[in-house]
């Protein structure tokens, strides 16, 4: 969108001041302190002094705004959130020694957070098999390699890292020297795309419907939909990434 300003003062040093506050302002994101902004940006300023007989002095500036902006719903919430931004509920985890129950495997996230919000404090009776579940062992398997898988997968669960991605098209970002961290190689633990990775664009969340991903094992290139995201990348724009991120 751009707008079109008109600046009228009696003096130039009035107006000088006034261009000065606006072009240290340009490029820069402009908006409402906790709510919605949008990346602006002003080309140039055009002054003239009027001066006619008979009348009061006159110095009149105009410029062009131009904002990257996008459609706002007309009813907000009174969370003073402009964007509901996904997160993760606070998690309990409790570490055992021993495992005499009987393992269930958990077929679904949902199960697994489940396991893990139960209180699970303990006793000889509840043990560790009954809160997380363990791979299929011989019955000589130790004990320690139990614990070493549970550990893995527990490491894994928890793990997040925010990496900063480069722009490097109109609708491309890549995080360099990134690739995504292994899972432990057990059959009840499996993660979509979109639990891997979150995106922001500009500290506003990007649903993974807009965006594709490639891990070459150097790199991480997310490809967006501009069309559903409503606007182009430029160099300015920061992109964020929240998910399991480690040095390639």
Sequence with gaps: MEYEFIIWTDFISHTNQLIEQLNWNSDDYWGIDGGAKFKSSIDSFSTSNELTNGQERLVRTTFNLTVKAYLLPEIKDDNNDEQVLKSYSTQKTVLFQEVETELTKVTSQ?????????DRSFTESNQIG??????????NAT??????????????????????????STNT????????????????????????????????????????????GTDITFTFNTTLLGYELDGGDEIRGIGKFVDS
């Excluded at 949902?110 to 139960?118: C, K, M, P, T, V």
């Design 110 to 118: 949902q199960e697994l957070d489940e396991l893990l919000r139960q």
């Design 130 to 139: 009954a809160l997380f579940p363990i791979g299929t062992f011989s019955n």
């Design 143 to 168: 004990q320690e390699a139990k614990n070493n898988e549970f550990d893995l997968v527990l490491e894994f669960v928890s793990y997040f890292d925010t990496r900063t991605a480069t722009v490097t």
């Design 173 to 216: 970002a890549t995080f360099t020297n990134t690739t995504t961290k292994t899972q432990p190689d057990v059959d009840y633990l499996s993660y979509d795309t979109e639990d891997l990775y979150q995106i922001f664009i500009n500290g506003i969340f990007v649903p993974s419907n807009t965006w594709g991903v490639n891990d070459d």
